[in-house]
Nanobody, 125 residues
């Protein structure tokens, strides 16, 4: 059974930092591209950042570039999202997800096969 479990969310003031983690079990973590997505109240789920199976390639939404850093530790089956200079508009539930196809660099929401339940990030102004 595949499980993705996010942690690290919470309440932070604008300008602060948080580090999210996504612990994965039940699949061969090292062969799947992984991504972070978020959904704010009343809005659609959107892509935040993604990382290739090896960690050698990364991708970011324009809204988080130079503020967020994605990484992964394949030995620990865990992915991370370091979020700095947080803004109120970053407030959302953050989800991690695994790509459906091994060794494929794609972050379309429909292409992500497995999802965590999310962790809430609230940024106060």
């Amino acid at each position: 059974q595949v499980q993705l479990v996010e942690s690290g969310g919470g309440l932070v003031q604008a300008g602060g930092s948080l580090r999210l983690s996504c612990a994965v079990s039940g699949l061969t973590f090292s062969i799947y591209t992984m991504g972070w997505f978020r959904q704010a109240p009343g809005k659609e789920r959107e892509f935040v950042s993604g990382i290739s199976w090896s960690g050698g390639a990364t991708n970011y939404a324009n809204s988080v570039k130079e503020r967020f850093t994605i990484s992964r530790d394949n030995a620990k089956n865990t992915m991370y999202l370091q979020m700095n200079s947080l803004k109120p508009e970053d407030t959302a539930v953050y989800y991690c997800a695994a790509q459906r196809i091994p060794h494929y660099m794609g972050f379309d929401i429909d292409g992500m096969a497995f999802w965590g339940k999310g962790t809430l990030v609230t940024v106060s102004s």
